[in-house]
């Protein structure tokens, strides 16, 4: 058993400006944890992406308020709600490393939800093809 966690960002569901390579990144790592989720599950390992959030850090401060924000001027407007402490992002990494995430495999996982409690969903995730990657159209 084991358990794989791909880190995934906000800038794989929107375009944006000066972001095409990250976004295009972002957005396949959602279908490359779905893939490699089908791929693994027979020998018992679990593949999740997890959003991490807005986590305060120097890196975090120093876009909204250094030089950076030019580039990136909506980390500017994001109010202060908006930010996880540290210590949220580690206890959803606990929940995925501990293996409460596990029935979640394949999907994608937000660091402020309570991700024991929504493992406990999974059937109806995966029932409406809930938190992957998939395209709408005709």
């Not at 490699?36 to 992406?49: P, T, Y």
């Not at 959803?92 to 409690?117: F, H, K, N, Q």
């Not at 929504?118 to 029932?127: F, P």
């Amino acid at each position: 058993r084991g358990r794989i966690v791909n880190i995934y960002g906000n800038l794989g569901d929107t375009a944006g400006r000066y972001t095409s390579a990250y976004a295009v990144a972002k957005a396949s790592l959602l279908r490359l944890t779905e893939q490699v989720a089908l791929e693994c599950r027979d020998a018992g390992i679990a593949v999740l992406a997890l959003h991490p959030g807005l986590v305060r850090t120097a890196m975090t401060d120093e876009l909204a308020t250094g030089d950076a924000h030019r580039w990136l001027p909506a980390f500017a407007t994001f109010p202060e709600e908006r930010f996880l402490p540290p210590d949220r992002l580690g206890d959803a990494i606990v929940a995925i490393a501990t293996g409460a995430a596990d029935p979640l495999t394949g999907r994608l996982v937000y660091a402020s939800e309570d991700i024991p409690a929504l493992a406990t969903q999974a059937d109806r995730l995966a029932a409406k093809d809930e938190r992957v990657l998939r395209t709408t159209g005709t």
